[in-house]
Every structure is written in C-alpha cells, then in structure tokens.
C-alpha cells in the first residue's frame, strides 16, 4: 500500500513539472510535437530510474560509508551524465530521426533537475532501494504524463483561431499554468 502512495503522489500530487515545477525547460522545448515528447519521456523514465537506482547505491554504499556525504550532488551530477550518455548513445544507434529531432534537449537532461530531484528527495526521504526504484519510475512516468498532455494540448492549440496576442509561446504558457492548477486540485489526495 505504501508503494501504491508513493506512486500515485510521484505522478499527480507532486509531479514534478506541474506541482514542484521542476525540469520545465524540456517541458517547454521538447512540447511542440507528440512524437518528440513520446521519445523525449522514454528517455527522462529511463535516465531517472536508473540515475536514482545508482545514486542510492553510490550514497549508501560508498560516500555514506566512507564519510564522503559532502560529494553527494557532484557524484549524482556525474551519475546522470553517464546515464544519458548511454541514452544518447542508444538513441543515435537505434534511432537517428528521434535523435535529431530531440536536439539540444537530449544532452540537457544531464542538468534536468527533475533528475537530480528525484536522486536527492530519495536520499532526503530515506527510501530503500525498492521504494527509489518505485519512485524512480513513477516520478517518470509524472514527468511524462505531464509532457505528453501539455504536448497534445499544445498540437490542438496550433490548430486553434488563438488571438494574435495569445500566438506562440504565450498561450504555451497559459496553458502550462492552468495545467498546472489542475494538477495542483491533487495536493490534498496523499501527504
């Protein structure tokens, strides 16, 4: 039952994009089109379960052991950076259009705090590995839920009559701030 919680709060009542607000810049550029969201969200799912899985394993068994608790973001920095470097790699192998359509964004996940979030809150909560693993995933999937709707809603929008002064990112960011209070309607689900 707790991991169930631990689920539903990582993917509505503090997702991290509408209710932490954090990792908005890929929210923002990766959200023009679904299928780049869609590719966009298996790589941050991907990145942050396992950066979270390693994070807690290198917290626990090496900088916690050793005294070392200081270089905790630094080594979890350096995690991430391995871990999309790993994620690039297979993108550009096995996907080349989704690899160039993810641009700059891509390599930004190393500094998508979202990320880093995740790795430092399941330090912070003192969750074993079962539970950051779980909330790895689902701070993932939160994270894509979040991009997949606002990416959707962002396609219809371009199809939309939207007054001339609403065009472009200005009604992105309209958008953002009412999808954000709408997830926000969740706060008083789960503590």
């Not at 089109?33 to 942050?48: Q, S, W």
């Not at 690039?88 to 996940?109: D, H, T």
């Amino acid at each position: 039952m707790e991991l169930l919680l631990l689920v539903i709060s990582a993917i509505f009542v503090n997702n991290f994009v509408l209710s932490r607000f954090l990792g908005i810049c890929p929210f923002l550029g990766v959200s023009k089109k679904l299928g780049t969201a869609m590719g966009m969200t298996g790589a941050v799912m991907f990145v942050m379960t396992l950066a979270s899985v390693v994070s807690w394993l290198v917290y626990n068994y090496v900088l916690e052991p050793l005294d070392l608790v200081f270089l905790q973001t630094i080594s979890f920095i350096l995690i991430i950076a391995a871990m999309v470097q790993l994620v690039e790699l297979a993108l550009q192998k096995l996907s080349p259009p989704l690899y160039r359509s993810l641009g700059i964004f891509l390599p930004l996940i190393t500094t998508n705090c979202a990320v880093l979030g995740c790795a430092v809150m399941n330090i912070q909560n003192d969750h074993s590995l079962i539970e950051t693993t779980v909330f790895g995933i689902a701070a993932g999937v939160g994270f894509g839920v979040a991009l997949l709707l606002f990416a959707g809603i962002r396609e219809v929008l371009d199809l939309a009559e939207t007054p001339k002064v609403f065009k472009g990112t200005a009604i992105a960011l309209v958008t953002a701030g009412v999808l954000s209070m709408a997830f926000m309607g969740f706060a008083g689900l789960v503590k």
